[in-house]
C-alpha cells in the first residue's frame, strides 16, 4: 500500500468516525428530548387527572343540591296538592253555607209567627197554611244539612251556647240552661249560629 493510499484510508477512517458520533449524539440528543417529553406528559396528566376529579366533585355536589332542591319542591306540591283537594271537599261540604246564614232569620221569624195567639177561623186557616210553608222551607234546608241545636234543658256548652243572660232555678243544676232565647242551628259539623240562652246560676 502506497503512502497516498494509506492517507486516503485514514481520512476516510476519520470521516466514518466523525458520522458515526454525530449520529450518536443526535440519538442521544433525541433519547433526552423523548425524555423530557414522557415526563412533561407525565405531569400534564397527573394535573388533568387532579382538575377532572376537582370538576367531579363540583359536579356530585352540584347534582346532590339539585336533588334536595327537587325534593323540597315535590313536597311543597304534594301539601299544596293535599291543602287543594281539602279546601275542594270543604266547599262542597259546606256549598250552602253562606244562603243558609242568609236564610237563618226567615226561620226566626216564622217561629214568632207561631207564638202569636189566634182566634179567628181566617187567621187559624193562615197559621196552619203557614205551618205548611215553613215545613217545606226547612225540610229543604235539612236537605242540605242544616241542624236544630238542642239547648234548653241541657248544660251549657260555650261551644253550642251563647249566654245572654243568667237565672236561678234551685230545681235544676247550676250551668244548666233555662230558657232558649234564639234557635242555634249547625250545618253538618260546622256551627253556623250558637243558640242565644239564659244559664242558671
Given at each position: 500500500?502506497?503512502?497516498?493510499?494509506?492517507?486516503e484510508?485514514?481520512?476516510?477512517t476519520?470521516?466514518?468516525a466523525?458520522v458515526?458520533?454525530?449520529?450518536l449524539?443526535e440519538e442521544?440528543?433525541?433519547?433526552?428530548?423523548?425524555?423530557?417529553?414522557?415526563?412533561?406528559?407525565t405531569?400534564?396528566?397527573?394535573?388533568?387527572?387532579d382538575?377532572?376529579?376537582?370538576?367531579?366533585?363540583?359536579?356530585?355536589?352540584e347534582?346532590?343540591?339539585?336533588?334536595?332542591?327537587?325534593?323540597r319542591?315535590?313536597?311543597d306540591?304534594?301539601?299544596?296538592?293535599?291543602?287543594?283537594?281539602?279546601?275542594m271537599?270543604?266547599?262542597?261540604?259546606?256549598?250552602?253555607?253562606?244562603?243558609?246564614?242568609?236564610?237563618?232569620?226567615?226561620?226566626?221569624?216564622?217561629g214568632?209567627?207561631?207564638?202569636?195567639?189566634v182566634?179567628?177561623?181566617d187567621?187559624?186557616?193562615l197559621?196552619?197554611?203557614?205551618?205548611?210553608i215553613?215545613?217545606?222551607?226547612?225540610?229543604?234546608?235539612?236537605?242540605?244539612?242544616?241542624e236544630?241545636?238542642?239547648?234548653?234543658?241541657k248544660?251549657?256548652?260555650?261551644?253550642?251556647?251563647h249566654?245572654?243572660?243568667?237565672?236561678?232555678d234551685?230545681?235544676?243544676p247550676s250551668?244548666?240552661?233555662?230558657?232558649?232565647?234564639?234557635?242555634?242551628?249547625?250545618?253538618?259539623?260546622?256551627?253556623?249560629?250558637?243558640?242565644?240562652?239564659?244559664?242558671?246560676?
Amino acid at each position: 500500500m502506497s503512502k497516498d493510499e494509506n492517507k486516503e484510508l485514514n481520512e476516510e477512517t476519520v470521516k466514518t468516525a466523525a458520522v458515526e458520533g454525530d449520529n450518536l449524539t443526535e440519538e442521544a440528543s433525541t433519547s433526552a428530548s423523548a425524555a423530557d417529553e414522557a415526563a412533561e406528559n407525565t405531569d400534564s396528566g397527573e394535573a388533568e387527572t387532579d382538575s377532572c376529579g376537582t370538576r367531579i366533585a363540583e359536579l356530585e355536589e352540584e347534582l346532590e343540591r339539585k336533588e334536595d332542591k327537587y325534593l323540597r319542591l315535590l313536597s311543597d306540591f304534594e301539601n299544596f296538592k293535599r291543602r287543594s283537594a281539602a279546601d275542594m271537599q270543604a266547599a262542597e261540604k259546606y256549598r250552602s253555607q253562606r244562603l243558609m246564614l242568609e236564610l237563618l232569620p226567615v226561620l226566626d221569624n216564622f217561629g214568632r209567627a207561631f207564638d202569636a195567639e189566634v182566634t179567628s177561623e181566617d187567621a187559624l186557616a193562615l197559621k196552619k197554611g203557614m205551618e205548611m210553608i215553613y215545613q217545606s222551607f226547612r225540610s229543604a234546608m235539612e236537605k242540605e244539612g242544616l241542624e236544630e241545636i238542642g239547648a234548653e234543658g241541657k248544660e251549657f256548652d260555650p261551644n253550642y251556647h251563647h249566654a245572654v243572660m243568667q237565672g236561678q232555678d234551685d230545681s235544676k243544676p247550676s250551668n244548666t240552661v233555662l230558657e232558649e232565647l234564639q234557635k242555634g242551628y249547625m250545618l253538618k259539623d260546622r256551627i253556623l249560629r250558637p243558640s242565644m240562652v239564659k244559664v242558671n246560676e
